[in-house]
């Protein structure tokens, strides 16, 4: 099943940034998800009482590549 969505031709920024997140997460690709994240930007694996520290740019892209896409690479976003 796809989207029934149809991106407009001249969408604004904020929904050309969420389509190259889409279309990353589709490819499972570590690198073009990599590409849709801040050079400082920090992700913290919730809860925070698992004890685990903030993982920064390289390390989560790192994470995604190792763990999520070989896990889930049949998932598909709809």
């Not at 698992?50 to 049949?74: A, R, Y």
Request: net charge negative; hydrophobic share 40%; with cysteine.
């Amino acid at each position: 099943m796809t989207s029934p969505y149809v991106f407009p031709e001249d969408p604004s920024p904020y929904l050309r940034a969420y389509k190259q997140l889409y279309d990353a997460m589709n490819a499972w690709s570590a690198e073009l998800m990599a590409d849709c994240l801040a050079d400082d930007c920090a992700y913290q694996m919730l809860p925070k009482s698992l004890g685990k520290p903030p993982m920064i740019k390289g390390e989560f892209v790192g994470m995604i590549s190792s763990f999520l896409i070989p896990t889930s690479k049949d998932f598909k976003v709809r």
